[in-house]
């Protein structure tokens, strides 16, 4: 079983970066490809970015395509997001998930608890 906490979150005006990490624990979490997912109040959770377990592939959404950049760290044991230019329009709670390599929710089966990512404009 993977455990998956994420931390980075914040405030921050519009064009700026943060850097949202998320820590797995688990024998064999190294082996699964990882996604980040957001939540905005009143919609549904959307796919932001995708990275297979080597690392070597990634996928984004078209939203954050060119602003957002998947990594992960497997000696770390950690994943991370790096957001730049952001717009008011990325605010949403930011969850990491284990288990596909897929854009929908639903194929992964490990979640963190979520970090509040604010934009103000």
């Known amino acids: 079983q993977v455990q998956l906490v994420e931390s980075g979150g914040g405030l921050v005006q519009a064009g700026g970066s943060l850097r949202l990490s998320c820590a797995a624990s688990?024998?064999?979490?190294?082996?699964?490809?990882m996604g980040w997912f957001r939540q905005a109040p009143g919609k549904e959770r959307e796919f932001v970015a995708r990275?297979?377990?080597?690392?070597?592939?990634?996928y984004y959404a078209d939203a954050v395509k060119g602003r957002f950049t998947i990594s992960r760290d497997n000696a770390k044991n950690t994943i991370y997001l790096q957001m730049n230019s952001l717009k008011p329009e990325d605010t949403a709670v930011y969850y990491c998930a284990a288990g596909s390599y897929t854009t929908r929710a639903a194929d992964y089966g490990a979640w963190g608890q979520g970090t509040q990512v604010t934009v103000s404009s």
């Open positions: 688990g024998r064999t979490w190294s082996t699964y490809a």
């Open positions: 990275i297979s377990a080597s690392g070597s592939s990634t």
